[in-house]
């Protein structure tokens, strides 16, 4: 190459690089506020009650991110109204479950323990449901629960009430949940 095209080559690289380099921090000030955006939207789909996303950059931006808090806020309200409106069905649930007990007392024998039991079973899901409504914003703890275990005891209780039921044996299943 002769001296021209050499300083044309090395002025053709030099203005390259100043491109990329341009071009790097411009995509980056682009990207920026949409990792931002990905990382409440994360934050709020594991915690409604997460911190609002901060409102800053160009026009843009913060009005989507205006229109973002806007929405995490109502679906706090929401979260918030349900849970409240489950917590007051739990408890409403309670008086005529006492009305039953005081009814099964004049059942036959036989029937008192079973009805009891169900009674029982009844009033520990509500008191799950109340406690879980009280603890909403903590996860339970969680417990190993054996399938096959649950699924023959459902299978027990359908042919008690006249239902065909049948279960085929298979390996155990044991998960972790609350």
Do not use: C
Not at 16 to 23: D, R
Not at 117 to 133: C, G, N, P, R, W
């Amino acid at each position: 190459l002769d001296p021209l095209q050499q300083r044309i080559l090395v002025w053709f690289i030099a203005l390259i690089v100043a491109v990329f380099a341009a071009a790097y921090i411009f995509a980056r000030r682009l990207a920026t506020p949409l990792a931002s955006f990905a990382r409440a939207a994360e934050r709020l789909g594991r915690d409604p009650r997460a911190p609002p996303l901060e409102v800053s950059g160009s026009s843009e931006i913060i009005v989507a991110a205006r229109a973002f808090n806007d929405m995490q806020q109502r679906l706090r309200r929401y979260v918030d109204d349900r849970t409240a409106m489950v917590g007051a069905i739990a408890h409403d649930l309670r008086t005529p479950l006492t009305r039953l007990r005081f009814r099964i007392e004049s059942a036959p024998e036989e029937l008192r323990g079973k009805m009891g039991s169900d009674l029982d079973e009844m009033e520990a899901m509500i008191s799950a449901t109340l406690s879980f409504v009280r603890d909403a914003q903590q996860a339970g703890p969680t417990t190993r629960l054996e399938l096959s275990s649950l699924l023959e005891s459902l299978v027990d209780e359908m042919s008690e009430t006249g239902k065909a039921a049948s279960l085929e044996r298979a390996d155990k299943v044991v998960i972790e949940g609350d």
